[in-house]
T-cell receptor
Framework: GAVVSQHPSWVICKSGTSVKIECRSL??????MFWYRQFPKQSLMLMAT?????????EQGVEKDKFLINHASLTLSTLTVTSAHPEDSSFYIC????????????FGSGTRLTVV | QKEVEQDPGPLSVPEGAIVSLNCTYS??????FMWYRQYSRKGPELLMY????GNKEDGRFTAQVDKSSKYISLFIRDSQPSDSATYLC??????????FGKGTKLTVNP
């Protein structure tokens, strides 16, 4: 089946530094990828939709200058958390559409970010 | 009122029990309904997908949708310890955006 590989699985960084999270589609081309954030005991919240070769579309309330998304190829999207602060500590998950129907999403395994 | 409401639990049941998980929603535009299973520190994986009212069965899992009541359920029969996970409902109106519930944490005790 279609696999989305997400790295790193966990990262600890100091406040003020930047962190890059990678999401790769291993055996299919993903023209669209999605980035979610999940706080403990909270639902997945869509942060942005990433389209290959164009600027990402951010959800209301998500700072595009803080969460930089790059989708430079059909198999790779990256999320960079810039100048991270402790309140950015969360579980970040990417997703890609394998096919056009709504059951066609596959998710990465997530990245646990802790900012100290 | 949130678009999707889901009791976060936790829910603890003995092995072999029938588990009932539920979500309610307020947006009548939702036409597509999904249940995902998420193990600790992992991404969600799709369990069930349906777009019509009624029941859909897949092995030990049954998804039920009642659009008139804006209520969906997931039933797990003969629950196993390996079913212990967080179960998330998700819905969509037809665009590509999924709206998730908070998830219900389930523990099946041997």
């Amino acid at each position: 089946g279609a696999v989305v590989s997400q790295h790193p699985s966990w990262v600890i960084c100091k406040s003020g530094t930047s962190v890059k999270i990678e999401c790769r589609s291993l055996d299919f081309q993903a023209t669209t990828m999605f980035w979610y954030r999940q706080f403990p005991k909270q639902s997945l919240m869509l942060m942005a939709t990433s389209n290959e070769g164009s600027k990402a579309t951010y959800e209301q309330g998500v700072e595009k200058d803080k969460f930089l998304i790059n989708h430079a190829s059909l198999t790779l999207s990256t999320l960079t958390v810039t100048s991270a602060h402790p309140e950015d500590s969360s579980f970040y998950i990417c997703s890609a559409r394998v096919r056009s129907t709504l059951d066609g999403y596959t998710f990465g395994s997530g990245t646990r970010l802790t900012v100290v | 009122q949130k678009e999707v409401e889901q009791d976060p639990g936790p829910l603890s049941v003995p092995e072999g029990a029938i588990v009932s998980l539920n979500c309610t929603y307020s947006n009548s535009a939702f036409q597509y309904f999904m249940w995902y299973r998420q193990y600790s520190r992992k991404g969600p994986e799709l369990l069930m997908y349906t777009y019509s009212s009624g029941n859909k069965e897949d092995g030990r899992f049954t998804a039920q949708v009642d659009k008139s009541s804006k209520y969906i359920s997931l039933f797990i029969r003969d629950s196993q310890p390996s079913d212990s996970a967080t179960y998330l409902c998700a819905m969509a109106s037809g665009s590509e955006k999924l709206v998730f519930g908070k998830g219900t944490k389930l523990t099946v005790n041997p």
